[in-house]
């Protein structure tokens, strides 16, 4: 069998475009001033760093001032939660759901030992949340909801408007984790009631270790850490000027006639999908229509996703394993049990994610094979029974 490059694995991170690169190497060569000197290499700096925040801005339907630049999802996430809890100054209650990425979810964790309560909102089959259920956790002294745009493992879209509406409607501040969403999907931030967005680069084919947070204008936050002045001081340090202006590249390049581009990934994703649930005893995991237009998850019963994962891998295809055992450990991925998937059917998960690199001819070639890999692995499987003809 022929074997070539096939890489579906853009959720974890995505390829620099060449456009990118040339217009970051410039600020490396040549533009290398601190933007906060005074002399004329640092102004020339400023101006450049203060056009990339305009156009971000503007892409996402936001106000320059409003956005701040970080090292990427998890900086963003750690300054909109812990700096709002730092703000508030006493303890209070905070609304997340219980599949958030461990960048919220370990965040909030890391507050509740200091004595902030949480609720940690339970989601369908599909993994949505119910709105219903974020306006009954609501307490007198809940200070901010954290809810994902669209989730990492399973690409279901959260109904973040509603959410967004209902934390304004009590006076609470929202904050959404859009790392996912952000170069995938059309977004207008001046149509969501939202006080805090996080982004990351790397997600939309630009350089990693550098995202932004939105924060809405009159939105009062602390930092997480003190230094110098930079970023409102809500993010002090030197900026990642290179990194700062690649973002602003990707950002403008992906969101050029976005809705045509997820327009083709979405009818990638269903072609695979609907490929893929010809195997026999392969289940969807996530929203059937309300997902990323680039997320496929299934899970094939009957065989440990690691072994897939493997076997794709000696065939030239980067996935990755829904059951994600992090840090060692056995236990399936926390999102996996919270759509309700059992253990086994859980470890049998695969992450196909779809960026803007991946053809017709990739969904092909990951169609011919794999049905040849699940095959094989369930013939050495202990609980795999094979239909009688
Ligand atoms: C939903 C979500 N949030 C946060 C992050 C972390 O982003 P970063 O890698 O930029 O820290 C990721 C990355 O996988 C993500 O998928």
Same mark, same amino acid.
């Given at each position: 069998?022929?074997?070539?490059? &096939?890489?579906?694995?853009?959720?974890?991170?995505?390829?620099?475009?060449?456009?990118?690169?040339?217009?970051? +190497?410039?600020?490396?060569?040549?533009?290398?001033?601190?933007?906060?000197?005074?002399?004329?290499?640092?102004?020339? &700096?400023?101006?450049? =760093?203060?056009?990339?925040r305009?156009?971000?801005a503007?892409?996402?339907?936001?106000e320059a001032k409003e956005i701040?630049?970080?090292?990427? *999802?998890?900086?963003?996430?750690?300054?909109?939660?812990? *700096? $709002?809890?730092?703000?508030?100054? $006493?303890?209070?209650?905070?609304?997340?759901?219980?599949?958030?990425?461990?960048?919220?979810?370990?965040?909030?964790?890391?507050?509740?030992?200091?004595?902030?309560?949480?609720?940690?909102?339970?989601?369908?089959?599909?993994?949505? &949340?119910?709105?219903?259920?974020?306006?009954?956790?609501?307490?007198?002294?809940?200070?901010?909801?954290?809810?994902?745009?669209?989730?990492?493992?399973?690409?279901?879209?959260?109904?973040?408007?509603?959410?967004?509406?209902?934390?304004?409607?009590?006076?609470?501040?929202?904050?959404?984790?859009?790392?996912?969403? !952000?170069?995938?999907?059309?977004?207008?931030?001046?149509?969501?009631?939202?006080?805090? =967005?996080?982004?990351?680069?790397?997600?939309?084919?630009?350089?990693?270790?550098?995202?932004? @947070?939105?924060?809405?204008k009159?939105?009062?936050?602390?930092?997480?850490?003190?230094?110098?002045?930079?970023?409102r001081?809500?993010?002090?340090?030197?900026?990642? &000027?290179?990194?700062?202006?690649?973002?602003?590249?990707? @950002?403008?390049?992906?969101? $050029?006639?976005?809705?045509?581009?997820?327009? #083709? @990934?979405?009818?990638?994703?269903?072609?695979?999908?609907?490929?893929?649930?010809?195997?026999?005893? !392969?289940?969807?995991? *996530?929203?059937?229509?309300?997902? +990323?237009?680039?997320?496929?998850?299934?899970?094939?019963?009957?065989?440990?996703?690691?072994?897939? +994962?493997?076997?794709?891998?000696?065939?030239? !295809?980067?996935?990755?394993? *829904?059951?994600?055992?992090?840090?060692?450990? @056995?236990?399936?991925?926390?999102? =996996?049990?919270?759509?309700?998937?059992?253990?086994?059917?859980?470890?049998?998960?695969?992450?196909?994610? +779809?960026?803007?690199?991946?053809?017709?001819?990739?969904?092909?070639?990951?169609?011919?094979?794999?049905?040849?890999?699940?095959?094989?692995?369930?013939?050495?499987?202990?609980?795999?029974?094979? #239909?009688?003809?």
């Amino acid at each position: 069998m022929k074997s070539r490059q &096939v890489y579906m694995d853009h959720g974890a991170t995505t390829p620099v475009r060449e456009e990118v690169l040339e217009a970051m +190497l410039p600020f490396y060569r040549e533009h290398y001033g601190n933007p906060s000197s005074l002399h004329a290499q640092g102004r020339a &700096v400023r101006r450049e =760093l203060e056009t990339a925040r305009e156009k971000i801005a503007e892409i996402l339907g936001a106000e320059a001032k409003e956005i701040i630049f970080t090292s990427g *999802g998890t900086e963003s996430n750690n300054i909109a939660l812990r *700096g $709002t809890a730092k703000k508030k100054g $006493t303890k209070g209650h905070i609304i997340t759901s219980s599949i958030e990425h461990h960048a919220v979810l370990d965040v909030c964790r890391d507050l509740e030992k200091e004595g902030h309560p949480v609720t940690y909102l339970p989601v369908d089959k599909y993994g949505r &949340v119910d709105p219903q259920t974020v306006k009954e956790a609501i307490q007198p002294d809940t200070f901010i909801i954290s809810i994902m745009a669209a989730n990492n493992e399973i690409g279901t879209l959260q109904p973040i408007k509603e959410i967004g509406s209902i934390a304004a409607e009590h006076k609470i501040l929202f904050h959404t984790d859009a790392v996912q969403v !952000v170069g995938q999907l059309p977004l207008d931030l001046s149509k969501i009631k939202v006080d805090f =967005l996080s982004l990351s680069a790397h997600k939309f084919n630009g350089p990693k270790g550098v995202g932004a @947070l939105y924060v809405r204008k009159g939105v009062r936050i602390n930092p997480i850490y003190i230094g110098g002045g930079q970023e409102r001081k809500i993010r002090p340090g030197t900026e990642n &000027v290179p990194g700062i202006i690649g973002m602003s590249r990707a @950002l403008e390049l992906t969101s $050029t006639g976005m809705e045509e581009k997820s327009e #083709k @990934l979405s009818q990638l994703r269903d072609r695979l999908i609907s490929g893929l649930l010809k195997i026999d005893e !392969v289940i969807l995991n *996530g929203h059937p229509e309300e997902r +990323l237009p680039g997320n496929v998850n299934v899970s094939f019963e009957h065989i440990e996703g690691e072994s897939i +994962l493997l076997s794709l891998d000696l065939q030239g !295809v980067a996935a990755s394993s *829904g059951s994600a055992c992090s840090s060692g450990s @056995l236990d399936p991925s926390h999102v =996996l049990s919270a759509i309700g998937l059992d253990h086994h059917t859980a470890h049998g998960s695969i992450r196909f994610s +779809l960026g803007y690199g991946n053809s017709n001819n990739d969904i092909d070639y990951v169609l011919e094979i794999i049905p040849l890999i699940v095959d094989k692995l369930r013939r050495i499987s202990p609980t795999y029974k094979p #239909k009688a003809i």
